[in-house]
C-alpha cells in the first residue's frame, strides 16, 4: 500500500491531482487491540470518501472469516459494491506456467457478481458436537442481481472484443443456475452483435487452461468469480499482479479497488511483496474516478515493466525487491 500510494502521489504531480488521503488501520492488529476489524461507525466513516483504496487483509493469528466478515464483505455489501472487475493478462516479462505457445495474447476481464450469490448469512449450524450436527447455507440469487451483473458483462463485451462466456452449473445445481442461464439468455437479446456461450464451470476452468486466448469477457457468479479470477491469475503467471475493482454502478456510494491477493503472511516484512496488484488497482480506481489519462499512463508503466521482465519481485521468478518494482515504474512514468 504505501508503494501504491507513492506512485498515485507522484503521477498526480504531473497531473495536476492531488489526493486527500485518510488512512484507516483497520487489519488484523487493530482486531487484536479492539476486539473488531473497525470501529462501529467505520462504513460511515468511508461514505465520505470518492473511493476506497484496500490492502490485503488477514493473518494467521486470527481466523480468517472474521477478518473478512468484519471488514471486506461488510464494505462491498453497505456500499453496493456489486460488481467485481477483474482483468487478467499475460505479460512478455512474466512467465506463465503453460507452456510458452499456449500463453501468449491473454486479455480478459472477470465480471463477478459481488453481493449476493453463494456468499450467503443465510443458514446456520444446528445440534453443535454432535454426530447430528449439520450447517445449512443457502445461496441466494435476485432477478435484479443476477440481470444487474450479466448487463454489466454484456456492455463491457461491447467495447472489447465481443466475446462473452458466462460461467454455469445448470446441469447439477438446478434452482439458481437454471435462473442464471435464463437471464443470460433474455439478456442477450438487446446484444445481437455479442457471441455468448454458457459453459459449465468446470469445463471453464480446463478451457482457461488450455485455450486462455479465446476468453475475452467472463460473467460469473459470486463465488465463481472468485475461483476463476485466481485460475486464470495462475495461468498468466501469478495472482500478485492480478487487481479488482468493486464498483457501485450507481455511484452513490465509493468502489473500492484491492489487490485480488491476500495478505501473505509468509512474507511479511521481508520487503519482496509484488506491488504491482495494488498499483494496477490504483489505476483501475483513476479509471473509475474519470481521470482517464493518468489511468493510461499508469496502466502503460505497469504493462512496460511487466513486459520488460528484468524487474520482478520471487513470487514471479525474480530477485527484486518492492520498492524496485515501483522504482521502475517511476522511471516509466517519467519517460512517458
Ligand atoms: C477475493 C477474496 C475474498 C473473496 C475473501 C478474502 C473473502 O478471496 O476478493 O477474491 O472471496 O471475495
Ligand atoms: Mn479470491
Redesign the pocket.
Known sequence: MPEAIRILDSLGQQHNLAFDWTIYPWGTEYFLKHGEMMPDNGLDLLQDSDAVFLGAV?DPKVP?YVT?WGL??PIRRALQQCINLRPIRSFLGVQSPLRSELAFDIDMVIVRENNEGE?SQMGGRLYANTPDELAVQTAVFTRRGVSRIVKVAFDLASQRRGILTSATKSNGIIHTMPFWDEIVEETSRSYPDIAVRSMHIDALCARIVLRPQEFDVIVASNLFG?VL?DLAAGVVGGIGIAP?ANIDPSRTHPSMFEP?H?SAPDIVGKGVANPIGQIWSGAMMLRHLREEAAADELERAIFAVLDDGSTLTPDLGGASETCSVTNEILDELRVT
Open positions: 488477514g480468517d473478512l471486506l464483505i456468499y472468485d479470477s479488482s485480488v491476500g
